[in-house]
């Protein structure tokens, strides 16, 4: 046995008749494919019921595996205290996953539980399951802030467990769609939301699973979507198996998506290695752009790979442009990896001797000393997306007016604090947003008054 079926399913609480009070029947469509769904899980009568929560413990870089023997929760939150959910945990299967996950490298496991009552990301599809099948242990997994790939790898994880043991799994991808569809919505409306819906509802109706790794973060997170992750550990369960893929409904209603859809296993299928083409793929492309970097990119490249390999602080080259020996000025050096940040470290205005100085220093402290991630390993450098940003002299402005956040960085000031933010950066669209994350970043709250200044960069990719 191991894997027998897949779903995708949203988790609104006011679906349930005791929270919705009549509310409910606004996503009928949604209720009887839920329905259906559940009917399904009971005909397959699973052993193992693995369910993916966005609100189950959370963590940046690890996820959470809940431990004991089991767990209870209700509605109360939602005032509906009455209506509850009780599980027994499937203890052979957590700790089997657990060793997978260790030998594969990743970071999870059973520790730093945070809340032991059941989440309504989890209760929500129990309570349809429920009324069909009963005689299943659970396995109840949280997400990460762990890139998509990442996720995907979990998902091989679990079916590689599902499939040691045994046992007959069905694997639950609970998580809503955009919550950005309505002006009237829990977060109002934004573009993005629609778009996402349509899309991602158009990928899995589709189980084309590799997409899934191709969605932008800044696009996901514009659209104020929850299941996205739960999603593509879903998809990493199903790696290398093709799927009779089912649509079964999407509302949004209320100003958030509800979407449904069922995969049933058919058969083995080696072109469904997604991660493996995303991953040769993304390769390529930074090969390609590695290929690209200019005398600035390069030096900030070889200082983090001769820092990570040798832990040590590397001489300055020789050969380099001459403004690098003779020139200075303040530097931010910023790491992707996987679209996503892997640190940023700068300085406002020249503190070394020079250019390629400045340059060194920041990259070794970008890829070591950002307290927002874990230094840098060895096998990370070759996946890195590195620039440098070289600032030009500040200037004092009166107003608001006078930034373009395309154009201009922002450094905001009260008292000793002080942030900066760079311009031209993805997901940051005005100029409130600018001074706002500035602000953050320097501990000033957002409503104090703050002097503003403004520079121009050279940006080197």
Not at 90 to 97: G, N, S
Not at 193 to 219: H, K, N, Q, T
Not at 281 to 286: D, F, S
């Amino acid at each position: 046995m191991g894997i027998s079926a897949g779903f995708m399913v949203p988790h609104p609480p006011l679906i349930i008749p005791d929270v919705g009070r009549g509310e409910e029947k606004k996503i009928q469509k949604t209720i009887d494919a839920y329905q259906r769904a559940a009917e399904i899980i009971g005909c397959l009568r699973p052993e193992t019921i693995v369910i993916l929560s966005p609100h189950q413990t959370m963590y940046a870089d690890y996820f959470h595996i809940s431990p004991g023997q089991g767990a209870r929760g209700d509605f109360r939150q939602f005032h509906a205290g009455r209506t509850s959910v009780e599980v027994s945990y499937d203890t052979e299967f957590v700790h089997v996953l657990c060793e997978t996950v260790k030998d594969a490298g990743l970071q999870a496991g059973t520790l730093g539980e945070r809340e032991r009552k059941l989440d309504h990301g989890t209760m929500v599809p129990l309570y349809f399951v429920n009324q069909y099948w009963t005689g299943y242990c659970l396995v109840r997994i949280g997400l990460s802030g762990l890139p998509l790939t990442t996720h995907y790898r979990l998902g091989q994880c679990i079916r590689e467990a599902a499939q040691s043991l045994g046992r007959n799994t069905v694997v639950v991808a609970s998580g809503d769609l955009s919550h950005r569809l309505k002006e009237d919505g829990p977060y109002g409306y934004q573009k993005e939301g629609p778009a996402y819906d349509e899309r991602i509802m158009d990928v899995m109706s589709r189980g084309a699973f590799g997409e899934l790794l191709e969605f932008p973060d800044d696009f996901c997170e514009k659209a104020a979507e929850c299941g996205h992750r739960s999603f593509t550990i879903l998809a990493g369960a199903f790696d290398r198996i093709g799927v009779e893929a089912e649509r079964l409904s999407y509302e949004g209603p209320f100003g958030v998506g509800y979407g449904i859809c069922i995969y049933r296993p058919v058969c083995n299928d080696e072109t469904r290695n997604f991660l493996e083409q995303y991953e040769e793929k993304e390769r390529a492309q930074l090969l390609a752009r590695q290929e690209r970097e200019d005398p600035y990119v390069r030096l900030a490249r070889y200082t983090i790979e001769s820092f990570v390999e040798t832990g040590m602080f590397p001489e300055v080259p020789r050969e380099l442009p001459e403004e690098l020996y003779h020139g200075s000025a303040g530097v931010f050096v910023s790491l992707k990896e996987d679209g996503r940040l892997r640190g940023c470290i700068g300085t406002i205005r020249a503190v070394r001797g020079s250019l390629a100085e400045e340059i060194m220093h920041n990259a070794v402290s970008a890829c070591s000393e950002d307290p927002r991630f874990s230094p840098v390993e060895d096998w990370e450098t070759e996946r890195l997306t590195i620039s440098v940003d070289v600032l030009g002299e500040t200037q004092k402005v009166s107003s608001p007016k006078e930034l373009d956040v395309n154009r201009y960085g922002v450094i905001v000031t009260r008292g000793a604090k002080r942030g900066l933010l760079l311009p031209n950066l993805e997901g940051v669209d005005t100029i409130e947003q600018q001074i706002a994350i500035a602000k953050q970043k320097a501990g000033i709250k957002a409503h104090e008054s703050v002097e503003l200044e403004r520079f121009e960069v050279i940006r080197h990719h």
